[in-house]
């Protein structure tokens, strides 16, 4: 297992900022999130993990669908805020899942992780534990970084190999550190095949209306290259 989360640091000094603008900020409201809801399964009645909840905008999404939700982040800024946000409605731990966590085999009907993944060198291990986690045919939602994207930015950097990248996040107010870690497609697929998990779904994302409205020159990138990559597997 990885030693300290790479990104615990940055997500401390931007916690407030970050639940602030989530709601609003174009690349999380109106391009990734509406992506990775259109590949949930009906959540109605469904025992939901959110793993990487941040302030909690998809464990409240979640709720009001009627799915019972237990949200988990590593950063205890991002806990607190998430627990105000979702007042009780919610049970919110302060957890990492890159180790095992202290919940009984076959809990839930469905993992939702979005936007988390890139944070964790080792895969193999936290898909199992997602395996895990689920009943049989339950499903797993997440949302990462996609490897043309990152190329993009680091054209320096080895495709092939996982590399911890930094980049310098000015969206959320301050400029702000982040570290992630950088794959190739057969980093992201194939832990995933070999944790138990059949892939049904590979979605590369489009901006929305909203988006062009919000951001029009980022818009017009964003219809020509991707940002994010979506995923929608089934527990075999």
Not at 133 to 146: D, I, K
Not at 192 to 220: K, M, N, S
Request: aromatic share 10%; with cysteine; proline share 7%.
């Amino acid at each position: 297992m990885d030693g300290k989360p790479v990104a615990l640091e940055a997500y401390e000094m931007l916690a407030e900022r970050y639940a602030a603008l989530i709601d609003t900020k174009p690349h999380n409201a109106y391009y990734e999130r509406p992506a990775t809801l259109s590949l949930l399964p009906d959540v109605r009645g469904k025992k939901v993990l959110d793993a990487g909840c941040g302030p909690g905008v998809y464990a409240e999404w979640l709720t009001a669908q009627g799915a019972r939700v237990v949200a988990l982040d590593v950063s205890p800024k991002m806990v607190q805020l998430a627990r105000e946000r979702l007042s009780d409605k919610v049970e919110v731990h302060l957890a990492d899942f890159r180790q095992r966590l202290d919940f009984e085999d076959g809990l839930f009907d469905l993992v939702l992780s979005a936007l988390a993944m890139d944070y964790v060198r080792d895969w193999h291990t936290v898909f199992r534990e997602f395996h895990r986690l689920l009943r049989t045919n339950g499903h797993l939602v997440m949302s990462c970084g996609h490897p043309f994207a990152d190329m993009l930015l680091h054209p320096e950097s080895n495709y092939f190999q996982v590399e911890l990248l930094h980049w310098v996040w000015r969206g959320f107010g301050i400029p702000v550190r982040m570290p992630s870690h950088r794959r190739p497609l057969s980093a992201i697929l194939n832990p995933l095949l070999e944790a138990g998990f059949d892939v049904e779904r590979v979605l590369e994302p489009l901006p929305t209306e909203e988006f062009r409205q919000a951001d029009p020159e980022e818009y017009e990138k964003l219809t020509r290259q991707p940002g994010f990559l979506c995923l929608r597997a089934v527990r075999r």
